[in-house]
């Protein structure tokens, strides 16, 4: 697939350039003429001989960057300076603090805030532990919990690596539904150690999120820590993304007039995510699906299959299909990816029914070209922000917590992801709805809200 620029290789260049001729003026050119785009340019110092400019420019990897910043040295008269990485800057020293929410200026304050008074709060809350929800950070604190064995889509970094990625999700609950959340790397990846470790923090958090936990022992840590804990616990690489995809599959069908009890679906991706997808799927009405992993399409008949595939195979493939997956894929109304990069190709999407829908979900590299996939299909989503329709998992967390926290909730429904789903898929309106616009902007100003309520609602008839 064709790489475009991106803010997520974007850099300033601090150069120096002669106040006259065409030096300055030659920057843009050279940088748009290497492939780059220019954002910014800035003279930050001038003097009689020379000029002190910042270079804001988007490349397509840091390889290109390099390849800019050598453009830009080539300039007659031009020295270029210290050039920073955008990126890096945006996360030097973490990107998330702690902070006090009563003001501490004198022993007065010292005295309520922490000790002696302090003591009667932890005296009612042993009394009455349900006062801790009431009296503590608890109720609207979550724990985002990592191993670091799948980080994105880069594989097992480790919990140090993955921190970056916690930090993040941690900035998002805030930023989107007001949450206190906390990164908790764990350093092991032996299930049983990630349960106890997460069942012994459990008391300060009225919430757990998973992240970033390989298949399939995510699978056995999600649903071990349920049976244990008395607060949600969800597991976003799976749920979230789940919840998201039929919001968007939801609206992609009002799209193109289908509907999803009648639709034949392909899902490419039998992992953590893929299962949810197909799980929510069925609870919402789904009939006809084919999944196919790495190994080909998953069958009854299929030697050697896990137990959780044996899951998949006793309820997909109606047809009993041994194929490959160009062969499932002829005539089916939509494909769901969430596995690898350019495995298919547009002449495969051209097989696929009248008005199909694509999601290809991979992520930084989708199963098919969006382009080549968008003239053959009618509706296109990626996990890309750089496309229509992108599939974030940032359009469900913020809400569905905030609506568990709210509902002082002990755990999570397939009820609860449906009302999200639901939600989420309302929150576009018919004079919104098209084929580049099947779910919101994460930015919508009410949507965590939105969804929030659904879950409330829907968790408080759970009870």
């Not at 996990?383 to 909730?409: H, K, T, W």
């Not at 919104?432 to 969804?451: C, G, K, M, R």
């Amino acid at each position: 697939m064709p790489s475009a620029p991106s803010v997520s290789y974007s850099i300033t260049a601090r150069l120096e350039a002669p106040a006259r001729g065409n030096a300055a003026s030659r920057l843009t050119h050279v940088v748009e003429s290497a492939g780059g785009v220019v954002t910014a340019l800035d003279v930050t110092s001038s003097g009689h001989e020379r000029l002190r400019i910042d270079v804001t420019c988007q490349a397509i990897d840091t390889a290109h960057a390099e390849q800019l910043v050598e453009a830009m040295r080539g300039i007659d008269g031009v020295t270029v300076g210290k050039v920073s990485d955008r990126t890096f800057l945006m996360h030097l020293g973490g990107k998330i603090e702690m902070a006090s929410k009563v003001p501490i200026r004198n022993r007065d304050d010292l005295s309520l805030v922490y000790t002696p008074g302090v003591a009667r709060v932890c005296q009612a809350i042993a009394e009455n532990p349900e006062d801790a929800r009431r009296l503590t950070i608890k109720r609207n604190t979550v724990a985002v919990v990592t191993d670091g064995s799948a980080v994105l889509g880069l594989g097992n970094l480790g919990p140090a690596a993955a921190l970056p990625v916690m930090e993040g999700k941690a900035a998002l609950f805030k930023r989107f539904a007001g949450i206190d959340a906390w990164p908790i790397c764990l350093d092991t990846q032996d299930v049983d150690e990630i349960v106890r470790a997460v069942q012994l923090i459990a008391p300060g958090f009225a919430g757990i999120n998973l992240e970033d936990i390989s298949a399939p022992r995510c699978f056995e840590v999600e649903s071990r820590l349920r049976e244990l804990l008395d607060i949600p616990v969800f597991h976003d690489d799976q749920h979230g993304t789940a919840i998201v995809v039929l919001a968007a599959l939801t609206n992609a069908l009002r799209v193109v007039g289908k509907a999803l009890p009648e639709v034949r679906i392909v899902m490419v991706g039998a992992g953590a995510a893929g299962t949810a997808i197909l799980s929510l799927l069925f609870d919402a009405g789904a009939r006809d699906v084919t999944v196919a992993d790495r190994y080909g399409v998953i069958h009854r008949n299929r030697p050697g299959l896990p137990d959780d595939l044996r899951w998949v195979a006793e309820r997909t493939n109606l047809r009993d299909y041994t194929g490959d997956l160009g062969g499932a894929l002829v005539g089916a109304d939509v494909l769901i990816g969430v596995s690898a990069p350019d495995i298919l190709s547009g002449s495969d999407i051209a097989t696929m029914a009248p008005d199909a829908v694509v999601f290809a979900l991979a992520n930084p590299v989708p199963e098919v070209d969006p382009e080549a996939a968008s003239e053959h299909a009618a509706v296109v989503a990626t996990g890309r922000s750089d496309f229509p329709n992108q599939i974030n998992n940032v359009l469900a967390f913020p809400g569905i917590f905030r609506g568990l926290l709210d509902a002082r909730s002990h755990r999570i429904t397939q009820a609860v992801l449906l009302a999200a789903a639901g939600a989420l898929a309302a929150a576009v309106t018919d004079d919104e709805l098209n084929a580049n616009y099947i779910v919101p902007s994460v930015f919508h100003p009410d949507l965590a809200q939105v969804v929030a309520t659904a879950v409330r609602q829907a968790a408080m008839m759970d009870v």
